[in-house]
């Protein structure tokens, strides 16, 4: 008996699914079964599903943005004249377009100008790894953090800047300037410290006059004091 039971379930089954075949072949049929709703996709997609109609003309794959309130839709692909039944629709190359949820249309059409569609929503295009929202991983399994490490001043800062111990004040810088010609006659220019050429050249002389009177009288009275020690001693 368990035999028979077998093969009447098997039965059941098979013509169960028939009529539905035929069905999509007697009224025409339009489904995306790949990829469904809610799917993540990423790089060249291959659509899958069923394109009949019993007067088939041809059909056509588009996408658009989820949600689609102007009814914007893009093609996928060329229109193709050839019925598809339960096999490969068509491919989607998602590389050229941004990440974000998309939706997805089959539209069949026929010879007497009747259309049938299908719609999958929802479709999220992932090309680029995790979403800016995903929470970034602590650390790698198996590691350890790296803890992050704060600078500690432990004693005085010392300047590398080196200062020479003492300083030479350097002197004044004086300039002789040249005579300058004026209507009322000659007059020396005098230099920033205010000092003239003139003034200086008559101190200078002034000096030397006084040294020379300094070492005359000093040899006088060194000669005097020289002849009045030899007449001490007669």
């Known amino acids: 008996m368990r035999p028979v039971r077998l093969i009447a379930l098997f039965w059941l089954l ?15 049929l ?47 692909q060329a229109s193709a004249t050839a ?15 941004m990440e974000g949820v998309y939706a997805l249309r089959l539209r069949v059409y026929s010879s007497d ?5 299908t719609v999958v929503q929802n479709v999220r295009v992932m090309n680029a790894g995790p979403t800016a929202n995903a929470p ?3 650390s790698a399994p198996g590691s350890t953090p790296i803890a992050a490490v704060t600078p500690t001043l432990t004693g005085p800062v010392v300047s590398t800047l080196k200062v020479p111990a003492t300083v ?15 209507t009322s006659g000659a007059r020396p220019i005098t230099s920033a410290a205010g000092v003239s050429g003139a003034g200086l050249q ?24 020289y002849v009045w020690r030899i007449r001490l001693r007669r």
């Open 83 to 97: 019925p598809v039944l339960e096999n490969t629709l068509g491919a989607w190359d998602t590389t050229d377009i």
């Open 136 to 138: 970034m991983p602590t």
């Open 14 to 28: 098979l013509t169960g699914a028939l009529p539905t075949r035929a069905l999509a072949q007697d009224q025409g």
């Open 168 to 182: 030479t004040p350097t002197a004044p810088l004086i300039i002789l300037s040249p005579v300058a010609q004026t």
């Open 202 to 225: 008559t101190a200078f002389l002034a000096g030397v006059r006084l040294t020379a009177v300094a070492f005359g009288l000093l040899g006088l009275y060194t000669g005097l004091r």
């Open 30 to 76: 339009a489904a995306i079964t790949s990829p469904v709703t809610g799917a993540n996709v990423s790089g060249v997609v291959v659509l899958t599903g069923t394109a009949t109609h019993p007067s088939f003309q041809q059909y056509e794959l588009a996408f658009s943005y989820d949600p689609n309130p102007t009814d914007t839709w893009f093609t996928i």
């Open 113 to 117: 100008g009747s259309v049938i569609e």
